[in-house]
Each structure stands twice: as C-alpha cells, then as structure tokens.
C-alpha cells in the first residue's frame, strides 16, 4: 500500500471527520471547520502517546428556539488515530464543549462504518484490513 493514514490530506481529513460528526443533534446545529492539527508519535515515559489527525469544528444552534431551551454553541474535536500506546490500529474519536465550559467531554460518534469505507475508497487504509489487538 503505497498510501499511509498519518499522511492523510487535510481535504480527506476534513471530509472523515465530517462522516462522523452527523448524530441524532446534527439538525440542531450549523457545522463549520476551524482547524486541523497533527499529533506525531511521540513515547514518553509515564505518559500515552497518540500519532492522530484532529480536526476541530464549531457547532452553532440554528435556531432561536433551540437556545431558549438550553442548547448551547458547541466546539467538537473528532479525532482519526492511527495508533496509540494500546493499539497499534487505526480507530476514532471524539470529545465536545459546550458554551464556555473549560473541560472536554468524550463524544458519542456515528457513521463510523461510513467513515471507515470511505477511507478505503480513498486508499488510506486497505480494504481487507482487518485490527487485531495484537497488529504491529
């Protein structure tokens, strides 16, 4: 495979990350892109260590009535790791905030199957792939 998913475009990047942003609150909110940063692998003592693509988004409520019922803005990080300290496989992730909260939250994601076939549509993972806890 001459392809490797740590060389990701940014464009395919985005178009993934955009898969998995769609759940049961995607009609609540106007998606737009901010920014797209890469996480390289790096292991250090006493810490997990992650090589990702992070591609960040701000979710705005579409409508007033949404917001007086307590739908807040929202900022969402998807995250397509390739490998980390537990797993040397490709999986995903994902965390949000909402209005001014300082801490991140883990994030329910979908689509995942999608995310994952148009990957392999694009050559970025192969095909007849499969993870194994044990891959190296």
Known sequence: MSKELKDITDVDAIACATLLLADATSDIYNYTFVKIHRNEWDLQHGCDAEESI?????????????????????????????RDRYRNYPFFSASEKYGEEKTW??????????????????????????PKPDDE
Do not use: C, P, T
């Not at 409520?61 to 790791?81: A, C, N, P």
């Not at 549509?121 to 192969?126: P, T």
């Open 105 to 130: 939250r883990l994030r329910f994601i979908s689509n995942v199957i999608m995310a994952v076939q148009f990957l392999m549509k694009e050559g970025w993972i192969e095909n007849n792939y499969v």
């Open 54 to 82: 992070v591609v960040h988004f701000k979710g705005e409520v579409k409508d007033e009535v949404y917001r007086k019922h307590g739908w807040k803005d929202e900022q969402i990080m998807i995250s397509i790791i390739v």
